[in-house]
């Protein structure tokens, strides 16, 4: 992911040009077009634990989550003779992608989807490296009408694929009371779950991001709402979530994805809460198909931390394809 845009003009790609030719677009693709800005976490250390030239030259990579491109770039600036598979499940993403890696022709494919619904069993002993960078990106936050963020007034969407029907609209007021106040405690970890439950589902219906966080914010005690964070921080989060599937999401993908890796060939996962790093801490260690090859994750450094806040709360794991003693 890229902060940097290729000089063609992002607004000619079609969403016919961001998916593969047997794959009809989704209806939700951007018909206007308007790039996703977004600075890459840990890049150098993702590609120093992904790209190994010596084992695998002029390997073949899947990019997960492409956002803007950035670890794509990265990829193919390692290795002159790699080439990637960029897949993203949000069509605004993906073309920004498309758009800043021009200059790499061929040598990058794309895919919009679920990084789970991959044909990976299809694509067995393929790829040399498979990466993944989760959850949303500071671009996809700063796009205000895709109502990730609370900082302004949005509807509430938080949808990734936007062809998508299911939004965060549907759970803030449809909902029963028991199932929001679980979803706001098991993927938002929020301790006052029920309170902000029982306030939301007392003022619904709600219209706005901006409407949902004043009425989180008013369900909980002053010392909460003036704490480190702002209170409607997680619930936010949750609601992501649950809108997207993410968990569930990684769970299939970490299941699936080693079946399309070479022998020895790696995959890793950058994740920024953690819920997503006991997952892939997890699984990967529970895998028959995979060795672990960071016992414990790697952090960004105080530099960097300080250039992209971001960075603080990631941490990046991998693991190694074993070979079938078959």
């Given at each position: 992911?890229?902060?940097?845009?290729?000089?063609?003009?992002?607004?000619?790609?079609?969403?016919a040009?961001?998916?593969?030719?047997?794959?009809?677009?989704?209806?939700?693709?951007?018909?206007?077009?308007?790039?996703i800005?977004?600075?890459?976490?840990?890049?150098?250390?993702?590609?120093?634990?992904?790209?190994?030239?010596?084992?695998?030259?002029?390997?073949?990579?899947?990019?997960?989550?492409?956002?803007?491109?950035?670890?794509?770039?990265?990829?193919?600036?390692a290795?002159?003779?790699?080439?990637?598979?960029?897949?993203?499940?949000?069509?605004?993403?993906?073309?920004?992608?498309?758009?800043?890696?021009?200059?790499?022709?061929?040598?990058?494919?794309?895919?919009?989807?679920?990084?789970?619904?991959?044909?990976?069993?299809?694509?067995?002993?393929?790829?040399?490296?498979?990466?993944?960078?989760?959850?949303?990106?500071?671009?996809?936050?700063?796009?205000?009408?895709?109502?990730?963020?609370?900082?302004s007034?949005?509807?509430?969407?938080?949808?990734?694929?936007?062809?998508?029907?299911f939004?965060?609209?549907?759970i803030?007021?449809?909902w029963?009371?028991?199932?929001?106040?679980?979803?706001?405690y098991?993927?938002?970890?929020?301790?006052?779950?029920?309170?902000?439950?029982?306030?939301i589902?007392?003022?619904?219906?709600?219209?706005?991001?901006?409407?949902?966080?004043?009425?989180?914010?008013?369900?909980?005690?002053?010392?909460?709402?003036?704490?480190r964070?702002h209170?409607?921080?997680?619930?936010?989060?949750?609601?992501?979530?649950?809108?997207?599937?993410?968990?569930?999401?990684?769970?299939?993908?970490?299941?699936?994805?080693?079946?399309?890796l070479?022998?020895?060939?790696?995959?890793?996962?950058?994740?920024?809460?953690?819920?997503?790093?006991?997952i892939?801490?997890?699984?990967?260690?529970?895998?028959?198909?995979?060795?672990?090859?960071?016992?414990?994750?790697i952090?960004?450094?105080?530099?960097?931390?300080?250039?992209?806040?971001?960075?603080?709360?990631?941490?990046?794991?991998?693991?190694?394809?074993?070979?079938?003693?078959?």
């Amino acid at each position: 992911m890229t902060d940097s845009l290729d000089p063609a003009d992002p607004r000619d790609l079609t969403p016919a040009d961001i998916v593969p030719a047997d794959s009809a677009p989704a209806d939700g693709a951007p018909v206007n077009f308007v790039p996703i800005e977004h600075v890459s976490v840990l890049p150098d250390e993702a590609i120093a634990g992904l790209v190994d030239r010596e084992a695998h030259p002029g390997g073949h990579y899947l990019d997960c989550t492409a956002g803007a491109g950035g670890h794509s770039r990265r990829i193919l600036e390692a290795d002159p003779e790699a080439r990637v598979t960029a897949i993203d499940r949000d069509a605004q993403a993906l073309a920004t992608a498309r758009a800043n890696l021009t200059e790499f022709g061929d040598r990058v494919a794309y895919w919009q989807g679920n990084f789970a619904d991959f044909p990976y069993a299809d694509r067995a002993g393929e790829f040399a490296g498979i990466f993944a960078d989760l959850g949303v990106s500071s671009g996809q936050l700063d796009l205000v009408e895709r109502g990730f963020s609370f900082r302004s007034e949005a509807p509430l969407d938080m949808r990734m694929d936007r062809s998508q029907e299911f939004s965060a609209e549907d759970i803030v007021n449809h909902w029963n009371e028991t199932d929001l106040a679980n979803a706001i405690y098991e993927y938002g970890e929020e301790r006052l779950s029920r309170r902000i439950a029982r306030e939301i589902v007392a003022k619904r219906p709600l219209q706005s991001t901006t409407q949902l966080a004043e009425t989180i914010a008013r369900s909980v005690p002053k010392s909460y709402r003036y704490g480190r964070i702002h209170p409607a921080t997680r619930t936010f989060q949750a609601l992501r979530i649950a809108v997207n599937g993410e968990l569930d999401s990684l769970e299939t993908w970490i299941d699936r994805a080693p079946i399309a890796l070479e022998p020895a060939g790696r995959i890793g996962a950058i994740s920024f809460h953690s819920l997503e790093d006991r997952i892939v801490k997890h699984r990967f260690r529970a895998s028959d198909a995979l060795k672990v090859l960071t016992k414990k994750p790697i952090v960004a450094g105080r530099e960097e931390c300080d250039r992209n806040p971001r960075a603080r709360s990631a941490k990046m794991r991998f693991a190694l394809r074993i070979a079938d003693e078959s």
